[in-house]
């Protein structure tokens, strides 16, 4: 019989802590598998929200958020707001191109990953460029923000 999904993912979820060099702690399960299934990058409040009901103190989930981010799990991103946000780092080398929505009314930041980003080497361009990783944000109201009116592309 055939391991149900959540089993399989969180099987999965342990391993990639454990091959990071982290133990594999409950807590750090649960923030890791959070991130995996958040559609848009999430602060740490949002995060211990999210699994207050696990009662782990704010403290401990902050350290997991930034032990995830160190070994390269997640990464933190600060959108303007200058508070901390943590996504999930996909072994999919088009993972870390896409840009990010932030509402500049309500805050809400969305991924928006049917855009890429792609740098190719110009004339001009140091080659450093290319070896680092670049980050795209797109600023402007959300759909909430704009009391609902969408706008047709």
Known sequence: MAKPKADVELHAH????RDAGLRATPSRIAVLSLLEEAPAPLSHAEVAVALRKNAWDRATLYRNLLDLARVGLARRKDMGDHIWRFE???AQAHDTSHPHFVCTTCGRVSCMPGLGVAVRQRIGIPKAVQEREVEVEIRGLCDLCRGGMVVPQ
């Open 14 to 17: 342990q391993q990639a802590i």
């Open 88 to 90: 999930r780092v996909r």
